[in-house]
């Protein structure tokens, strides 16, 4: 009894969240005192990149967990509300809005993410599924997802045209702490990421409607014994992803400035690295894998020249899969670990 | 009539697991469904709690026509189904699993029945926190009963509960769903261990390549020659 309540109360421990913190904190600190200014800056800005690549790293993994499904539609979710943004506001549809135009234009920019998201889950997921059940699994709601990344892809093209953009952010303000300087954006961004994986962290951990998704993620069958409606609750998985890839996109835009239609496929493939890095199916893992990824890419540009960014992240990928094969936060093999 | 089963058929592609079964369960009544592996008595649970579909017939339960709902609509009609392998979530702490049995249920006295099935197990309540892939093969079908009861079942159903339990955890597991009948639970059990069940059962169905063979009071049915035909005889030849 004694032992049993001892596990659970460490159980109960945010673990991986506080471990996490420390460990960015320790190497944060190493590099000020070690490495000085210079790379100590690089980290900071590495992990504001990081954040982004962390919040689609984890709408990649809430499909992988719960579905089964590699989405390759978020990066076109990702692409759609910086686009859209830039296309509602450059063509002066918001000037009504006055100043706050650039945020109303990214707010509406993530709805149209979501609503593409619903779309995909309709007319991919859903229409495989209920037609031709588990025969689909895998392959073809993959290959889909791919279709529609082509097909969202070239509408933009079509609409708004093949060049990048400059998205007008009204603001600049930095912070200077310890000798760094900390972009504002850049720290809200990072706050903001966190909240949000927080917050979907207690959902999946502490709710009812999470309990009944890591049910559906271990057995859809098992979670329709239980009353689970898992027809119903699957279109909650793409209104999130479309959330995560949209609200990671607007902190993107503000943050870096421009926005093209192809500006999705550098982020998605990065947090598909990210993901498999942290630890399929893990959502601690994919945040640990995407600050990892960040660092990785502003380090190696700093050190090796631009050119070499995907060679030290699809490097550093490699070598630890190598090593351990379930990521660095996955609880089991490969696919089997389970949000 | 509880459950009134009428011409049920279940196919999977070419495979007619079920042929045109009926059959009744009154409302106090444990009913068991024996016959050999490969019978359809597992397609049977299945498709009367949604989760294959009946290919032909209709099941009433408790006067309405639930022929065509899914396995969650089933369950708010209070039908439950504990299923082979007990299908714990083990992803999910043990307390977590019982609050899924609750699922379905939206009234305020779900924290009392949940503390109730640790008064009655307590191996359950010493591990409420643990995931539930710590539990023992006895105390995960405990789990998996408690969480069916949970939903406040006038039916429940269940599919081979003794596999891979010792002697003594079936017997555990007898005295519970005695137990459960005697507080008025009408139970539909599928089993392999044909003697035990038909000591707590008070009629039987055997089932052979999909069919009712042999039906009747279980007195009847454990002096029934037939009834170990249904395993070795006729099961036998048509498996070979």
């Known amino acids: 009894m004694s032992e049993a309540s001892a596990t659970a109360s460490f159980r109960s421990l945010p673990v991986r969240p506080i471990l996490l913190a420390i460990a960015v904190l320790v190497a944060i600190a190493v590099a000020i005192f070690a490495g000085g200014k210079v790379i100590a800056q690089q980290m900071v800005s590495g992990l504001m990149l990081g954040s982004i690549y962390m919040t689609v790293a984890v709408a990649f993994t809430l499909t992988i967990g719960v579905l089964n499904f590699l989405n ?3 990066p076109t979710l990702f692409m759609l509300t910086g686009m859209v943004a830039w296309g509602v506001l450059s063509r002066g549809y918001l000037s009504v809005a006055g100043g706050w135009g650039w945020l109303l234009a990214l707010l509406i920019g993530i709805a149209v993410a979501v609503v593409a998201s619903l779309i995909v889950e309709r007319f991919t997921f859903r229409y495989l599924k209920t037609r031709h059940g588990d025969a689909t699994e895998h392959a073809i709601p993959l290959v889909s ?7 969202f892809e070239h509408l933009v093209l079509i609409a708004l045209g093949s ?11 930095d912070l200077y702490a ?31 409607m999470g309990r009944a998704l890591r049910t559906i993620a271990e057995s859809p069958d098992t979670a329709s014994l239980l009353g689970v409606d898992v027809a119903r609750i699957v279109p909650v998985v793409f209104i999130l992803t479309g959330l995560l ?3 990671a996109a607007a902190l993107f835009t503000v943050n870096y400035g421009d926005v093209s239609p192809f500006m999705g496929e550098h982020i998605g493939t990065k947090a598909i690295a990210a993901m498999v890095l942290g630890g399929l199916g893990s959502v601690w893992g994919a945040v640990a894998g995407g600050l990892l990824v960040g660092l990785a890419e502003t380090l190696s540009i700093h050190f090796l020249g631009g050119d070499s960014v995907q060679m030290v992240v699809w490097g550093l990928l490699l070598v630890v899969i190598i090593l351990r094969p379930q990521g660095l936060f996955g609880a089991s093999a490969i696919g089997k670990a389970k949000l | 009539m509880l459950l009134e089963v009428e011409g049920l058929d279940v196919r999977y592609g070419r495979t007619h697991a079920v042929k045109a079964l009926s059959l009744q ?34 099941i009433r339960f408790g006067g309405v026509d639930i022929t065509r709902m899914s396995p969650p609509e089933r369950l708010r009609q209070r039908l439950a189904l504990v299923p082979e392998g007990r299908q714990i979530v083990i992803s999910l702490t043990v307390h977590e699993n019982l609050l899924m049995g609750a699922y379905c249920r939206s009234d305020s006295d779900v924290r009392r029945d949940v503390e109730g099935v640790y008064d009655r197990f307590p ?7 643990m995931p539930a892939s710590v539990l023992s093969g006895g105390e995960q079908q405990m789990l998996a009963i408690s969480r069916a009861l949970l939903a406040r079942p006038r039916l429940m159903m269940l599919d081979e509960p003794s596999l891979g339990l010792s002697p003594l955890l079936v017997e555990r597991l007898f005295d519970l769903l005695r137990n459960l009948r005697a507080d008025g639970l009408a139970i539909l059990l599928v089993e392999q261990n044909t003697q035990m069940a038909l000591e707590i059962a008070s009629r039987g169905l055997v089932m052979e390549l999909g069919k009712v063979v042999l039906e009747g009071p279980s007195e009847a049915l454990a002096s029934n020659d037939r009834l170990a035909a249904a395993y070795f005889g006729h099961a036998a030849q048509h498996a070979g």
């Open chain 1, 178 to 208: 310890f000798g760094l300087v900390i972009g504002l954006p850049q720290l809200a961004s990072l706050l903001l990421a966190l909240g949000i994986v927080a917050t979907l962290t207690y959902v999946l951990k502490r709710t009812r």
């Open chain 2, 123 to 129: 191996n359950l309540a010493a591990r409420r926190d």
């Open chain 1, 245 to 247: 890839s949209g609200v």
């Open chain 1, 72 to 74: 390759f539609t978020i």
């Open chain 1, 163 to 173: 060049e990048a953009q400059r998205f007008p952010v009204p603001f600049k303000a």
């Open chain 1, 145 to 151: 997802s791919l279709g529609f990344l082509l097909i």
């Open chain 2, 25 to 58: 369960v009154a409302d106090d009544e444990l009913v068991t469904v024996l016959g050999a592996n490969g019978a359809g008595k597992t397609s049977l649970l299945r498709a009367l709690q949604g989760l294959v579909p009946a290919s032909a017939g209709r």
